[in-house]
Every structure is written in C-alpha cells, then in structure tokens.
C-alpha cells in the first residue's frame, strides 16, 4: 500500500519568513495530492491540492510543487502569518481507489 | 454550504461496550470515508463506501463494521470498545472515486473516549 513520509515533525518561523513541508510517497499509482490544515480538536480543512499532470499551483500565499518522478511534493507558504500556526498534513491519493494516505504532520509554530 | 454532518460530536462508553456513530455526506456525494485520528497521530483510513458498496478497507478492526444507506448516510458500528479506540473518528465525502475529482470534506468529528 501507500506509505507517505512527511518532515519536518515541527517547524517554527518567524512572522514574515516562509514555511516550506515536504512529503514523499511510495505508490506511483498516486495521482492527486490534497494538503491539509488542522487546528486542534477541529477537522483538517484542504487548503491546496495539486494532481499528477501539474508540476505546480499557487494560491495566493500557497504554493505546492509535485515531483512525480522523485515522488515527492512539497508546500511552501510564504509571508508566513501567526494564524497559519497550525498542523499540516499532506496526503497522498490515487483517484481509482478514494481513500487518502495521511503523512504524520508538521506542527507549524509562526511567531509575531 | 451544505457540509458533512457527523453525530454524535462527542461520546463517552466503557470498556466493552458498543457505539454507533453517524455521517451524513454532503448532498450529491455518493462516496464516504471514515477516519480514526489518535491524539498526536494523522488521520487512519478506516473504510469507505462508493454507492452503498464498501469501496476500500483499511486499518478497521474486526470489532467495527460501517455501511452506507440508501440516502448514502452511513454508520461506524464499533464493538467490544477498548481503552484504544479512543479518538476522534472523522468522516469525509466526495463525488465519486473512479478517475474523477476526488476532493474530500472532512465532517467535524466525533470524539469517542472509552472509559
């Protein structure tokens, strides 16, 4: 099955700084890749996603990158604001199947 | 928005006992997904529904069993309850799941605590 690893476990900015989390996956088949934030004891909320024909897609301060031969992908969040502080997961899915492989998360601390 | 509904949002049972928990997909999604998330711990697939069909099974316990209705509602029947299956169990729907769009909303949890 899929295994998706994602680093760092935590990560700490300071207010302005870019915040970059990185997941790597296993399954070739996978073929869209959904990010996730989640603050504590809520549900995690899709904040970008990107599908295997892109290599990269922006939303506003959000950007994720998808290398689909190095099987990994990565979000990078730029002029990093204290309410982005949170956990990120990213995940891993193949279209066919549905179900969504989590990462382990990073717990993103932005300090003003 | 019409989101996905989860109910009950918070449970209490004792050891041994059962609990049925509920999610009601958004409307027009056919396809439900449950989750168990630990404290600390990423989202684990459980199982998922596709047109009241099991579609994908994953780390479920034998003790848990989860259907989806007729009006696509589904239920997460789980037996035997032990301390470890505390948690937050999340369901999610989409549209489909064959090469189609494949995003998923979470429901807002339940929080089941085994005493």
């Known amino acids: 099955g899929e295994n998706v690893e994602q680093h760092p476990s935590t990560l700490s900015v300071q207010e302005g700084d870019s915040a970059v989390i990185k997941c790597t996956y296993s399954?070739?088949?996978?073929?869209?890749f959904p990010w996730y934030k989640q603050e504590l004891g809520k549900r995690p909320q899709l904040i970008i996603d990107i599908r295997s024909n892109v290599g990269e897609k922006k939303d506003q301060r959000i950007a994720v990158t998808l290398n689909k031969t190095a099987k990994h992908f990565s979000l990078h969040i730029t002029e990093t604001q204290p309410e982005d502080s949170a956990v990120y997961f990213c995940?891993?899915?193949?279209?066919?199947?549905?179900?969504?492989?989590f990462g382990d998360g990073t717990t993103l601390t932005v300090k003003p | 928005a019409a989101g996905v509904i989860q109910s009950p949002r918070h449970l209490i049972k004792e050891k041994r006992e059962t609990a049925t928990l509920k999610c009601y997909p958004i409307?027009?999604?056919?396809?439900v997904y449950w989750y168990q998330q630990g404290p600390g711990q990423d989202p684990q697939f459980l199982i998922s529904f596709y047109e009241k069909m099991q579609s994908d099974k994953g780390s479920i316990p034998d003790r848990f069993s989860a259907q989806q209705f007729s009006d696509y509602h589904s239920e997460l029947n789980m037996s035997s309850l032990e301390l470890g299956d505390s948690a937050l169990y999340f369901c999610?729907?989409?549209?489909?799941?064959?090469?189609?769009?494949?995003?998923?909303?979470f429901g807002p949890g339940t929080r089941l605590t085994v005493l």
């Open positions: 399954d070739s088949a996978s073929n869209y």
């Open positions: 999610a729907s989409s549209q489909g799941t064959s090469g189609s769009f494949n995003e998923q909303f």
């Open positions: 995940a891993a899915n193949n279209t066919n199947a549905g179900k969504s492989t």
């Open positions: 409307p027009r999604h056919d396809t």
